[in-house]
């Protein structure tokens, strides 16, 4: 195995949503793996974008938004930019260097954001976060349908005056699990790739979840790492934070030289 193809041979499946997955296919693609798309999510537009059409006219009311991930950016942006433009004395905060990204490619440059960490935990821990800055002030959290309250109730007891915005709606999986599940039972798949707790719920949904649970899991958080080994799976491998983390984490894993799934 060449020093530049740590992952010659290796079939792994990415489960991040469509849209999504593509830097960390590209990625293992270029290590020589076998990428698989299979999305455990399914993100949509909210059927109905008067809300958010509504809160853009009242952006100014806001000390600081917060968005939980590059869809809420997307989605939300998206809906409301059109109607009204963004306040310059509201802040801008989220989590995670997709979010960042997002935001900068929308002309954000001043966005507050956990330098390490990449949960909601890591937010709060931030001074502007902390009660001295945020009590009596309103905070907007841009998010998806359901997902953690931890932030929003924690900003609360903290002395400030939360409001969550739906900006888009998730889903389980769409697409057939039946040809994954068949090349596991073939001992077909080295590895998946599980970056959320959301997903590890809907893969233990899927008919045959009960084979794919004998294939080794990647997952770059320990939360995330909490629900796969509760849900049975035979080996997870908690890796660092995001994308990175996964590659690295699956390189050094593989790099010890365990059998591909494509032996000959």
């Known amino acids: 195995m060449g020093g530049g193809q740590p992952l010659a041979g290796r079939s792994i499946v990415v489960t991040r949503p469509a849209g999504q997955a593509d830097g960390l296919c590209a990625?293992?693609?270029?290590?020589?793996?076998?990428?698989?798309?299979?999305?455990?999510?399914?993100?949509?537009?909210?059927?109905?974008?008067?809300?958010?059409?509504?809160?853009?006219?009242?952006?100014?009311?806001?000390?600081?938004?917060?968005?939980?991930?590059?869809?809420?950016?997307?989605?939300?942006?998206?809906?409301?930019?059109p109607v009204a433009p963004w306040p310059a004395s509201l802040q801008v905060a989220t989590v995670g260097k997709g979010s960042e990204a997002a935001l900068a490619e929308r002309g954000f440059s001043c966005v507050i954001a956990p330098s390490s960490g990449f949960d909601s935990e890591s937010v709060l821990a931030l001074p502007a976060f902390q009660a001295d800055a945020v009590a009596g002030r309103r905070v907007l959290v841009l998010r998806g349908d359901g997902g953690r309250d931890l932030l929003g109730d924690t900003l609360t007891a903290r002395g400030a005056r939360?409001?969550?915005?739906?900006?888009?709606?998730?889903?389980?999986?769409?697409?057939?699990?039946?040809?994954?599940?068949?090349?596991?039972?073939?001992?077909?798949?080295?590895?998946?790739?599980?970056?959320?707790?959301?997903?590890?719920?809907?893969?233990?949904?899927?008919?045959g979840a009960e084979v794919l649970k004998t294939v080794p899991v990647f997952v770059p958080h320990p939360r995330i790492a909490a629900a796969a080994e509760e849900g049975g799976f035979a080996r997870v491998v908690l890796t660092g934070p995001g994308d990175r983390g996964l590659i690295d984490g699956l390189a050094a894993h593989f790099a010890a030289g365990k059998p591909s799934a494509y032996p000959g």
């Open 27 to 81: 990625a293992l693609t270029a290590l020589g793996a076998e990428a698989l798309c299979f999305p455990l999510l399914t993100i949509a537009p909210v059927a109905d974008p008067a809300p958010l059409q509504a809160m853009a006219r009242r952006l100014a009311d806001f000390s600081l938004a917060f968005f939980v991930s590059p869809n809420a950016v997307r989605f939300a942006l998206d809906a409301m930019l």
């Open 162 to 207: 939360v409001e969550y915005l739906t900006c888009y709606h998730r889903g389980g999986p769409a697409d057939d699990p039946a040809p994954l599940v068949e090349r596991a039972r073939a001992g077909r798949l080295d590895a998946l790739t599980l970056t959320s707790s959301e997903g590890v719920a809907h893969l233990l949904a899927l008919p």
